[in-house]
């Protein structure tokens, strides 16, 4: 009788623990669940146009902005968009404040260091802008003269990283953002801004009386990537996954359409 008492004590254990297990399972399931459905932070620049920025509404707006919307859609993924410090984005990015940079942020070797990027979908390079009443032929023509670029751009680290050539300048100002060098530029309290080329073209497209694109070109062209930390292999393969669906089906070129006139993603 003991033994078949403890036979049966043993049994109602064992489906104790069976059950218990499948609780949790269920719930470390529904946990996994809960994560997925958590937004996709996204951290940029808002100053940024018209790569992201802010238009009239106070509503962040841009091309970068239509891609990823675009993209979380595809995942079944909400979003949202922090603006952030550019000049502390990879901070931001390894402390889980944001889960993705996109933003037109140029892949160099240096920030492979410390992101994981996506395959790069657009060219870019560093371009001179000056007001529209000055001639500027070359590179030359600017010496003595004072630069402005924005903080934790490629134009700063480019300059930075070869002082020979910044040295020609009277000053490398630099700014939180690109709106308030081109307010300076506007205004004549510098000479001329070092930024990307489709940032630039957008400012000269909106102040066509102000601004002024020059052929000079600073430090070599690029590609634009989204950047993710370096252990997030999962969404950047999601990601990118989509972006690849994007651009086959034709949805990437009909966004650049909206923003730039054209498809400029395959130039």
């Not at 100053?47 to 009239?56: H, L, T, V």
């Not at 790069?120 to 007001?131: A, G, I």
């Not at 490629?154 to 100002?173: G, R």
């Not at 034709?250 to 923003?259: D, L, N, P, Q, R």
């Amino acid at each position: 009788m003991k033994k078949l008492l403890v036979l049966c004590l043993a049994m109602v254990f064992g489906v104790m623990m069976i059950a218990g297990c499948g609780s949790q399972n269920e719930q470390s399931s529904s946990g996994n669940e809960a994560d997925n459905s958590k937004p996709i932070v996204i951290g940029l620049d808002d100053s940024y146009p018209p790569m992201g920025f802010k238009d009239e509404n106070n509503e962040i707006v841009g091309f970068d902005v239509d891609l990823a919307k675009e993209a979380a859609k595809r995942l079944n993924r909400s979003v949202e968009f922090k603006g952030i410090d550019w000049s502390s984005k990879e901070a931001e990015l390894q402390s889980g404040r944001v889960d993705v940079l996109w933003n037109g942020l140029d892949i160099t070797e240096e920030r492979k260091q410390n992101m994981l990027f996506s395959d790069p979908y657009m060219k870019n390079r560093q371009v001179v802008f000056v007001p529209v009443d000055v001639e500027v032929n070359s590179i030359e023509d600017l010496k003595g003269k004072v630069i402005g670029t924005q903080s934790g751009s490629t134009a700063e680290t480019f300059l930075d990283n070869n002082q020979e050539y910044a040295s020609q300048f009277a000053e490398v100002k630099k700014y939180g953002d690109y709106i308030d060098s081109f307010m300076d530029l506007e205004n004549g309290r510098i000479d001329a801004v070092v930024t990307d080329e489709l940032v630039g073209t957008y400012y000269m497209q909106k102040h066509p009386n102000a601004f002024k694109e020059t052929t000079i070109v600073v430090g070599e062209p690029t590609d634009f990537g989204i950047a993710f930390a370096k252990d997030n292999t999962a969404l950047r393969d999601e990601v990118q996954k989509v972006m690849n669906e994007m651009k086959a089906d034709g949805t990437i070129a009909k966004i650049s359409e909206k923003w730039f006139g054209k498809d400029i993603t395959n130039e």
